[in-house]
C-alpha cells in the first residue's frame, strides 16, 4: 500500500502527501514537540534524534541533531514563521553538511480528511539550481546507511 | 551515478526542456519537429538538445541527414528510482509516526475517542 506521495511541482517545489488515521491535532502536536519529533523523524534504522528543538512560536528556534551512532551525523537549524493550531506549519530549515544548504521554505498542512488527516507538506527551495541539487544529493551524507539497504529493494 | 542525476535534474529546471521530454515521451522526433511548437530558434532547441543529451535523458541516432532524438530508458530509469528512494525515506518516517499518533492520547477536555 502506498499512501504517500513525493512529487516535483513547478520549478521549486517539491511536495509531499500523506493520509494518516489520526486526527489533525495529533499530527500538529507529532510535528512540534520534541519528545515526539524525535520519535520518527530518524530517516534510516539505527539513526536518532539526540538534540531535539522545536520552539514552536513565530520566529522560535528550530535544530534537530541526527548521530548513526559510529560517529556519523549532520543538523539541521530552521525557524518558524507561522503556527496555525491544528492546521498549518510555515518553517524554513537548512541542513549543515557542514556547510548549510540553501534555505528550504516549508509549508505544512494538516487537513480533516474523513476520521483521519491529510498531510500535505510544500517545501519551496530558491531556485530550480538548488532543487535539482536537493533531489539529486542534498540527503546524501545523512542518508548514506540508507542508500545501501534501498538499493537492494529497488 | 550522483554526478548524473544532479545534470538530469538540472536539466528538468527548465519548461522548454520539459516540454521537449513530454514531445519524446509520444515518440522519436527529429529536431525540426522538436523546433515547429516553440517560438525559439532551432540552434537555441539543439543547445537544450545537447543539455538533455548531457544529462543521459535523450539519445539519437543516425538516420541520413537526419539525427532524430528519443527519450534515454536507462536515464529516466535512473531519476524515477531516485525519487522512489526519496519517497521510501520519507515513508519509513511516516510509518513511524503512524506509531507515535496511535499512542498519543487526546488532550484533557476532549471527549475520549
Known amino acids: 500500500m502506498s499512501k504517500m506521495t513525493l512529487k516535483t511541482e513547478g520549478d521549486t517545489n517539491v511536495v509531499v502527501t500523506r493520509h494518516f488515521a489520526a486526527p489533525p491535532e495529533a499530527l500538529y502536536r507529532a510535528h512540534t514537540e520534541p519528545k515526539l519529533i524525535q520519535k520518527w523523524m530518524l530517516g534510516p534504522e539505527g539513526w536518532t534524534m539526540p538534540v531535539c528543538i522545536s520552539d514552536a512560536r513565530p520566529g522560535g528556534k528550530i535544530r534537530y541533531e541526527w548521530t548513526d551512532g559510529k560517529g556519523g551525523g549532520f543538523h539541521l537549524t530552521g525557524e518558524y514563521l507561522q503556527l496555525e493550531p491544528y492546521g498549518r506549519i510555515v518553517h524554513v530549515e537548512r541542513m549543515h553538511l557542514p556547510n548549510p544548504t540553501p534555505d528550504n521554505h516549508v509549508e505544512t498542512r494538516f487537513d480533516a480528511d474523513g476520521a483521519g488527516t491529510l498531510m500535505t507538506m510544500r517545501m519551496t527551495l530558491p531556485d530550480a539550481q538548488t532543487r535539482a541539487a536537493m533531489l539529486a544529493s542534498g540527503m546524501e551524507r545523512g542518508m548514506e546507511a540508507s542508500y545501501v539497504r534501498l538499493e537492494g529493494m529497488i | ?113
Open chain 2, 1 to 113: 551515478m550522483l554526478r548524473n542525476l544532479d545534470a538530469a535534474f538540472s536539466a528538468l529546471a527548465d519548461p522548454t526542456r520539459r516540454a521537449i521530454l513530454a514531445r519524446l515521451a509520444q515518440g522519436e522526433a527529429t529536431v525540426m519537429e522538436l523546433t515547429q511548437p516553440f517560438e525559439i530558434t532551432q540552434p537555441a532547441i539543439s543547445q537544450h538538445l545537447k543539455v538533455l543529451e548531457d544529462a543521459g535523458l535523450i539519445v539519437r541516432r543516425v538516420e541520413g541527414t537526419k539525427r532524430p532524438r528519443r527519450l534515454a530508458k536507462a536515464g529516466i530509469d535512473a531519476m524515477d528510482q531516485w525519487l522512489a528512494m526519496l519517497r521510501k525515506t520519507h515513508q519509513k518516517n511516516y510509518d513511524r509516526l503512524d506509531e507515535v499518533l496511535a499512542a498519543i492520547e487526546p488532550k484533557k477536555g476532549k471527549a475520549a475517542r
